[in-house]
């Protein structure tokens, strides 16, 4: 969330087809798809206008160790209430905008979420919630709930609600599924407050809610880049917890040296994907050749 409340939360979506971005064409690498519209954008509007005259690409990372290449979806949402979901489909991006769209899990792609979740109790239809832990399972639970909650009476309310939903949604401890990494369980939760800017985390493996209020920080121009260490300082005796807001560090010269050389590198992968590809066939096929000779 930036500090006009505009917010962007991105999830695994398997059906991700990105393309191939021409060399003229205006390209995002996945690495700063959420943050360069948090940098950029301060509602849903002027992202998703941006997003269809731009017809931006993304260029997908590619992982070097023969891992899933990460499919991803974006979702967005702005004080106003306003939201959006974000997808790239046979290589073309497909905008859903609607101050209606509250809840995005995995697969399938949005369009067919919204057509499975009518034949639900509370929700068009008259099968009952179902409980397991496909996305659409999850998809349904959460909107039926985030559509039968009572006008929260302030803020303490309204975010509790929130988390209570989440953790409904969210996927238990257990064996990943193989070849399913959007069925990993889930490792964190955030609450905002978009209307009073406040961010909450909490951290599946800790005790501690933590959360940070905006008007307690400062965004000039100038201002020093600062970092909470959200996986040291959760301790369960002694860690952060509440109120967090000043308690940001210094990131110093030298992480700053190593994160700002990290981020080149991975934007360089991705405008070198093709040729990276290349080297990482020829490596295979030299691997099999030599498997093939000493067998």
């Known amino acids: 969330m930036n500090e006009e409340g505009f917010a962007g939360h991105i999830l695994w979506l398997a059906e991700s087809e990105y393309g191939k971005p021409g060399t003229q064409d205006v390209q995002l690498s996945q690495v700063i798809w959420l943050q360069y519209y948090l940098d950029n954008f301060a509602t849903v509007a002027e992202a998703v206008k941006w997003t269809k005259e731009s017809q931006v690409g993304v260029v997908q990372l590619i992982d070097p160790t023969g891992h899933i290449v ?31 769209y509250k809840v995005m899990t995995n697969s399938p792609t949005f369009d067919k979420q919204l057509e499975i979740v009518k034949q639900y109790d509370g929700l068009g239809g008259e ?35 929130m988390f209570s939903i989440i953790r ?19 490792i964190w939760q955030v609450v ?10 909490e951290s599946t493996t800790r005790p501690n809610i933590v959360w940070v209020d905006f008007d307690k920080l400062s965004f000039e121009p100038g201002t020093a880049e600062l970092k909470l260490d959200l996986v040291n300082q959760l301790a369960l005796e002694g860690g952060l917890s509440g109120d967090v807001s000043h308690q940001f560090k210094s990131v110093g010269p030298l992480a700053q040296d190593a994160l700002d ?32 000779a000493l067998a």
Do not use: C, W
Request: charged residues 25%.
């Open 261 to 292: 050389d990290g981020l080149k590198m991975l934007e360089l992968i991705a405008a070198k994907q093709d040729e990276f590809e290349k080297i990482e066939k020829a490596v295979l096929q030299g691997m099999k050749t030599l498997k093939g």
């Open 70 to 100: 990460p499919a991803l979806h974006l979702a967005i949402n702005d004080a106003t209430g306003d939201s959006a979901i974000i997808e790239y489909v046979n290589g073309e991006v497909v905008v859903h905008h609607s101050r209606d």
């Open 192 to 201: 905002l407050d978009a209307t009073n800017k406040r961010y909450a985390f």
């Open 127 to 161: 099968k009952p919630l179902p409980g397991s832990t496909l996305a659409s399972d999850r998809f349904a639970r959460a909107s039926y709930y985030v559509e039968h909650q009572v006008q929260p009476k302030n803020q303490l309310h309204a975010m509790a609600a």
């Open 168 to 186: 409904n949604a969210a996927q238990p401890f257990r064996t990943p599924d193989k070849g399913k990494p959007d069925a990993s369980q889930t």
